[in-house]
C-alpha cells in the first residue's frame, strides 16, 4: 500500500462588499511530493486587508519557489515567510496611507512529514478518521483568556471581543507564530486550513466528519454551504483548504522505476 494525497483550496466572499481572505496549495516546482498550504484573512479597510492576505501568498510562493527541502528547515521556511510578509505588509502603509493586517496558517507538506505555522486567528486543525487530534491556537484576546483560566472555552465562543486580535502581520508590534510538526502519518489522516469566517460556524466533530465521508473538494462544497446558511446573511468572507491522505493499492506486477520494457530483435 501507498499513500496518495486528495487535496482542494476554496473561497467565497460571504456577505462582505469585498473578498479579503487568500487561500492557495502550491507545490513544490522541483521537488516531488513537496507543496504548500496557506490560509490568510486580510483586515485593513477597503483594498488594504486583501493587499495583506496577498502579499501573504506572494511571499510565501517566492520563497517556496527557493525552497530546498534537503538543506533548509520547514520551520525556517515558514517562519521567513510570515516574517518576510510582516514587513511588506507594513512598508505598505506608507505607500498606500492604509492600515493593512494579516493573519496566516500555512502547512508544508513533505514525504513522510508535514509542518505547520500561523500568526492570528486563521486556524489548522488535525484529524485521523475524523476525530481531532489538534489544531492550533488563535493569538486572540479570548484565547488568553482561557489560557489564564478567565473564561472557559464555551464562553470563548460568544465573548464580544472574540475577534479581537493580540497578534498580525503588518502590524506595529512583532508578530508571535507558533509552529508544529509531525512524522505520524497514516491513511485516514487530514488537515484543514481555514479563516475563521469558517470555524466560527462548527464544532469540530462535524468538521472531522465531513472531512472523512467527502473528497477534499467535496467537503469544501458542503463547509462552505453549512456556513453561508449559518450565518443567515451577515457572513464574513470564507476561506478554506482541506487535505486528505489516502491508502493506495500499487498493483503486483507494477514494473519497478526506470523499467523500460524492450522488444526482441
Not at 462588499?17 to 513544490?28: F, M, N
Not at 485516514?188 to 477534499?216: H, T
Request: charged share 25%; aromatic share 6%.
Amino acid at each position: 500500500m501507498s499513500i496518495a494525497v486528495d487535496a482542494c483550496a476554496a473561497q467565497h466572499q460571504g456577505d462582505r462588499k469585498e473578498q479579503q481572505d487568500r487561500v492557495a496549495i502550491l507545490p513544490h516546482a522541483r521537488s516531488k511530493g513537496v507543496a504548500l498550504a496557506v490560509v490568510a484573512d486580510g483586515m485593513g479597510g477597503h483594498t488594504g486587508g486583501a493587499l495583506a492576505a496577498e502579499q501573504v501568498i506572494h511571499t510565501t510562493k517566492n520563497n517556496l519557489d527557493h525552497f530546498a527541502p534537503a538543506e533548509e528547515s520547514a520551520r525556517w521556511l515558514l517562519e521567513n515567510s510570515m516574517r518576510e510578509a510582516h514587513t511588506m505588509i507594513k512598508a505598505s502603509r506608507f505607500m498606500n496611507e492604509k492600515d493593512p493586517h494579516s493573519t496566516a496558517v500555512m502547512l508544508l507538506l513533505q514525504p513522510g512529514r508535514v509542518t505547520w505555522g500561523h500568526c492570528g486567528d486563521s486556524r489548522l486543525y488535525r484529524f485521523r478518521d475524523g476525530r481531532l487530534l489538534g489544531r492550533t491556537v488563535d493569538h486572540s484576546f479570548v484565547e488568553h483568556l482561557v489560557a489564564i483560566g478567565k473564561i472557559t472555552p464555551e464562553q470563548a465562543e460568544t465573548h464580544p471581543n472574540r475577534n479581537v486580535l493580540m497578534t498580525s502581520l503588518g502590524g506595529q508590534d512583532e508578530p508571535r507564530f507558533d509552529f508544529g510538526e509531525t512524522d505520524d502519518l497514516r491513511a485516514g489522516d487530514s488537515f484543514m486550513l481555514c479563516s475563521d469566517g469558517i470555524w466560527a460556524y462548527f464544532d469540530e466533530a462535524e468538521m472531522g466528519a465531513l472531512i472523512k465521508q467527502n473528497s477534499a473538494r467535496m467537503a469544501c462544497e458542503k463547509i462552505i454551504e453549512l456556513a453561508r446558511q449559518r450565518a443567515a446573511g451577515s457572513g464574513d468572507n470564507l476561506s478554506l483548504a482541506v487535505i486528505r491522505l489516502l491508502e493506495i493499492e500499487v498493483p503486483k506486477n507494477r514494473p519497478p522505476a526506470g523499467f523500460v520494457p524492450r522488444t526482441a530483435s
